[in-house]
């Protein structure tokens, strides 16, 4: 079964920067579009970054567009979100995702079959 786990989340001052990986498992990793979100409570889950099976293409949510960066390596089965000049307004939970697109960076929920179990970012001002 697909398996997603997800890891580097924390606690940081503002303007630091952290590393979130989502180690994929159970499924043919580079088969497919990964993308990153997050919620925070009493809130919906929003999209965060989005990458192609090849990483030739991206796709970002304006709020994160210039200071996240989206990557993977297919070889490890291992997407990553680069976050930096961070925001108390990015703490929330972050989950990977695994969309049924392969070409196309997806932006919306329903575009993804499998998630992760979230990972917490908290943002100290």
């Known amino acids: 079964q697909v398996q997603l786990v997800e890891s580097g989340g924390g606690l940081v001052q503002a303007g630091g920067s952290l590393r979130l990986s989502c180690a994929a498992s159970g499924l043919t990793f580079s088969n497919f579009a990964m993308g990153w979100f997050r919620q925070v409570p009493g809130k919906d889950r929003e999209f965060v970054a989005a990458?192609?099976?090849?990483?030739?293409?991206?796709n970002y949510a304006d709020s994160v567009k210039g200071r996240f960066t989206i990557s993977r390596d297919n070889a490890k089965n291992t997407v990553y979100l680069q976050m930096n000049s961070l925001k108390p307004e990015d703490t929330a939970v972050y989950y990977c995702?695994?969309?049924?697109?392969?070409?196309?960076?997806?932006?919306?929920?329903?575009?993804?079959?499998?998630w992760g179990q979230g990972t917490q970012v908290t943002v100290s001002s």
């Open positions: 990458i192609t099976w090849s990483g030739s293409s991206t």
């Open positions: 995702a695994q969309s049924w697109r392969s070409t196309v960076p997806a932006r919306r929920e329903n575009e993804y079959d499998y």
